[in-house]
């Protein structure tokens, strides 16, 4: 069975960083490209990033790119959301998600539980 | 980036009815369109991915067509557990984008 749980919200300033992590098991990890969707507060889901299976290959959103970083750990089956520079508008439940084949661009197969990040002063 | 148009924001049904929900996209995105369900406190799920093609596990009332740049998903027979908010996703170009929702809520 596929379980991906995230980890690393809370409440944070306005111009802060934040990690957030989500660990993954059930599937072969390394192969798969993986992907962060948040959720706005006014229910809107929002893709934020991608990273491929190799971890060579990065994309972002354009409210992203710049403050944000995607990585992952093969080792520990674990990937990474590292966010700075944080604006108000990056308020929102952080899922972690798996696309249903392993390739980047594709339907998202299995979601975490989200995270909540609240950016506020 | 394409933009992605759901229609009707909301749809207000009995259990049993048939729900036709609409994706339409801003330019043609062949198959790529993915719907998804999403419960009040849950993460989202994969109902339908590539228009039509239904997921592991996903009951047969639940049908997708469309291609090009106008979608449907169409949910036969309402069950108690189908009243929920579903989106659709495209994953023809980056940025992957989603569609702002259509609630089916209990008439």
């Known amino acids: 069975e596929v379980l991906l749980v995230e980890s690393g919200g809370g409440l944070i300033q306005p111009g802060g960083s934040l990690r957030l992590a989500c660990a993954a098991s059930?599937?072969?990890?390394?192969?798969?490209?993986m992907n962060w969707v948040r959720q706005t507060p006014g229910k809107r889901l929002e893709w934020v990033a991608t990273i491929s299976g190799s971890g060579g290959h990065t994309y972002y959103a354009d409210s992203v790119k710049g403050r944000f970083t995607i990585s992952r750990d093969t080792s520990r089956n674990t990937l990474f959301l590292l966010m700075d520079s944080l604006r108000a508008e990056d308020t929102a439940v952080y899922y972690c998600?798996?696309?249903?084949?392993?390739?980047?661009?594709?339907?998202?197969?299995?979601w975490g539980q989200g995270t909540l990040v609240t950016v506020s002063s | 980036e394409i933009v992605l148009t759901q229609s009707p924001a909301t749809l207000s049904l009995s259990p049993g009815e048939r729900a036709t929900l609409s994706c339409r996209a801003s330019q043609s995105i062949d198959s790529y369109l993915a719907w998804y369900q999403q419960r009040p406190g849950q993460a989202p799920r994969l109902l339908i991915y590539d228009a039509s093609n239904r997921a592991t596990g996903i009951p047969a009332r639940f049908s997708g067509t469309g291609s090009g740049t106008d979608f449907t998903l169409t949910i036969s027979s309402l069950e108690p557990e189908d009243f929920a908010v579903y989106f659709c996703q495209q994953r023809s170009n980056w940025p992957l984008t989603f569609g702002g929702g259509t609630t089916v809520e209990i008439k």
């Open positions: 059930g599937f072969p990890f390394s192969t798969y490209a």
């Open positions: 998600a798996k696309p249903l084949v392993p390739a980047p661009l594709r339907s998202l197969a299995s």
